[in-house]
């Protein structure tokens, strides 16, 4: 991804106000396209020099959709690290909308041969549209195996997920149960909920009642930290 930097010429605030006004799901082709730029400014602005890299590979969970560059919680990883004075960059790939349909798309582009973690968050939106349980466990599988053939040496995280109960018991428990089973069976660690503590109440989330407000993001943060510490 960040390969391609020096070819962007948009001045870093149109970046901002696009992360803004673009929706998380039913974008349009030319949407997800400036979308895409602001994730690759927001990765300039939290790389720094440094020998590790920690991936984030999301959707707009991970892009901090609706918040200033900054406030998402991998940026709140970021700050984290630096305090403790670790030699890691973080790395934040998310794009609002994405599947895990188009993230496996997506992934060869952004992978780097020097990435030491790669934290895979991807699913929520296959489950909001009811995509099926087989086609998103594929989707993920592929995306690990992909990680493991380029990167051999790097460690990989799943972000789990959960959805509300819309699509029925037995689609929602499928759906929850699908990470930590596929964390299990590659032997990967799992993050057994992303959203603990912050999804369904309303002060940490934005308006849509779907995204984490700024405080949202620190608690969505220590869910990630708890598991990411250990590995660093």
Not at 125 to 154: C, F, H, W, Y
């Amino acid at each position: 991804m960040i390969k391609k930097n020096s070819a962007l010429n948009l001045p870093l605030m149109l970046c901002y106000f696009l992360m803004l006004v673009l929706a998380s799901c039913g974008e349009n082709k030319q949407q997800k396209e400036d979308n895409q730029v602001s994730v690759e400014e927001e990765v300039v602005e939290e790389t720094t020099e440094s020998s590790k890299k920690i991936l984030f590979f999301g959707d707009s969970l991970t892009a901090g959709y609706g918040l200033e560059l900054g406030q998402s919680f991998p940026s709140v990883i970021q700050q984290k690290i630096d305090s403790l004075g670790l030699n890691y960059a973080v790395i934040n790939a998310g794009l609002s909308g994405e599947t895990t349909a188009s993230g496996k798309n997506r992934l060869d582009w952004v992978l780097e041969d020097d990435m030491d973690i790669v934290i895979i968050e991807l699913g929520a939106n296959d489950g909001l549209r009811g995509v099926p349980i087989s086609e998103t466990k594929t989707n993920l599988q592929e995306m690990i195996d992909q990680v493991q053939e380029d990167l051999p040496n790097a460690k990989i995280i799943l972000a789990g997920m959960k959805i509300p109960p819309n699509m029925g018991p037995e689609y929602t428990s499928q759906f929850e149960n699908l990470f930590p089973t596929l964390a299990k069976q590659e032997n990967i660690a799992l993050i057994p909920f992303l959203l603990e503590d912050v999804a369904g109440i309303p002060e940490l989330n934005q308006g849509d009642g779907i995204h984490p407000t700024v405080e949202g993001q620190k608690l969505v943060a220590k869910n990630v930290w708890k598991v990411l510490k250990p590995i660093l």
